[in-house]
């Protein structure tokens, strides 16, 4: 199932892209992502990550499903 990735900041100078529609297995859950992602681009474990999936925080033990918009991005500080 497809699924579309979009990278921030850091996270997009590591990949090199701004957004990315990837392949991944049916049933694969959003811990399973973030490990796909580190394997593809170790760069991205000096990276501290946060994944949203269809514009909110999600558990890690949550189930993508086809079509999900996924974003990617190191922590967000300011004030």
Do not use: W
């Not at 529609?21 to 992602?37: H, R, S, T």
């Not at 170790?42 to 949203?52: D, G, H, N």
């Amino acid at each position: 199932m497809k699924v579309e990735v979009r990278f921030f900041a850091r996270c997009r100078e590591v990949v090199g892209e701004k957004v990315k529609e990837l392949e991944v297995e049916e049933g694969m859950k959003l811990q399973d992502f973030i490990d796909l992602l580190l394997t593809r681009y170790p760069e991205l474990r000096k990276v501290r990550l946060i994944v949203s999936r269809n514009h909110n925080y999600a558990p890690l033990d949550e189930e993508l499903k086809e079509d999900d918009e996924l974003a990617v991005f190191p922590p967000v500080s300011g004030g």
